[in-house]
């Protein structure tokens, strides 16, 4: 399955690559079928409909990676096919995870044919509307959910920024609006509620999200638990825009302003209506969130390099 507008319309040029892949070698899989997206959604549809393949491949980005997920735990868990991916995307949070190469489909083809079958966790979002979905990656709440959405809509707009140039470029023109937090009362598993200005919130399963921005630098997603980075306090401008350049390799998880923990499950309330939330790259609506870990979820290929 190709998202033939990943990577700014690169995709379907590397979906061409990867049919001819397969065709050449025929050694590779019994047998193979070649479907293109056509729209949102597309990719969860496809996905539920894949029970009798034994993998699916999915070539594209963290938001169709998000989508196939999805589709595929709509499966029984014995009739659910492995996810392979050809990473093609602006951030690639995914493929960093995983030890993939991205954006380079021949490298991908190898990596999969020389690589191995491990099991991941999902995370789990139900909103106060019993609204859900799964994350393959990460979820997050205020601040860096409104940066995270902005980086979705200009890539939309086809900006020549990707990665983390596009994130920090987006950082920096959400600051003036969301600088004050959002009020908030989070509950980690059994412990006591904490009331927080949310400005970071985020829940990862695995450690990056922003093209490479390691929010949660210790986040595994095969160990049955989330990690949660939060802010505790609400710093001043250059303080917090210190904090976010410090994030590029996890350094700010130092700071007594950041409390970075583990956790099975939480719950997130915050005031008012209009809260940024994203999964994935995707917009999630509400208020009121329940969050959890399903552990081993979900069958993945990695390339042999994957150190977890």
Not at 79 to 89: C, D, F, N, Q, W
Not at 124 to 135: P, S, Y
Request: aromatic share 6%.
């Amino acid at each position: 399955m190709a998202n033939p507008a990943s990577h700014s319309g690169k995709g379907a040029e590397a979906a061409e690559r990867a049919r001819r892949f397969f065709e050449s070698y025929t050694s590779a899989t019994e047998s193979f079928e070649l479907v293109m997206t056509e729209g949102p959604e597309d990719a969860k549809r496809l996905a539920a409909g894949a029970a009798q393949m034994d993998t699916l491949i999915v070539l594209g980005g963290d938001g169709v990676i998000h989508e196939a997920a999805n589709g595929l735990m709509t499966l029984p868990a014995d009739a659910r096919p492995a996810l392979a991916v050809i990473p093609m995307g602006s951030g690639n949070d995914f493929a960093r995870t995983i030890s993939a190469t991205y954006n380079d489909p021949e490298l991908s083809l190898a990596e999969l044919l020389g690589g191995r079958r491990v099991s991941i966790d999902l995370g789990h979002v139900t909103n106060e509307l019993g609204q859900d979905t799964h994350f393959v990656e990460t979820l997050s709440f205020g601040l860096d959910a409104a940066i995270a959405l902005d980086t979705t809509d200009r890539r939309a707009a086809n900006t020549s920024q990707e990665g983390s140039m596009l994130f920090a470029t987006s950082g920096v023109k959400v600051f003036s609006s969301g600088h004050k937090g959002y009020p908030c009362c989070l509950h980690l598993d059994d412990g006591d509620p904490q009331e927080l200005r949310a400005l970071i919130l985020a829940v990862q399963n695995g450690p990056t999200y922003g093209g490479g921005f390691r929010v949660c630098p210790d986040a595994l997603p095969n160990d049955g638990m989330l990690d949660v980075c939060y802010n505790v306090r609400v710093p001043s401008i250059p303080h917090l825009l210190a904090l976010f350049g410090l994030a590029r390799s996890g350094r700010h998880v130092r700071s007594r302003v950041i409390r970075a923990e583990r956790t099975r499950r939480l719950q997130v309330e915050f005031e008012g209506e209009g809260i940024p939330c994203q999964v994935d790259g995707e917009r999630f609506e509400g208020r009121r969130f329940e969050v959890e870990v399903e552990p081993r979820a979900l069958d993945v290929l990695v390339p042999a390099r994957c150190g977890w």
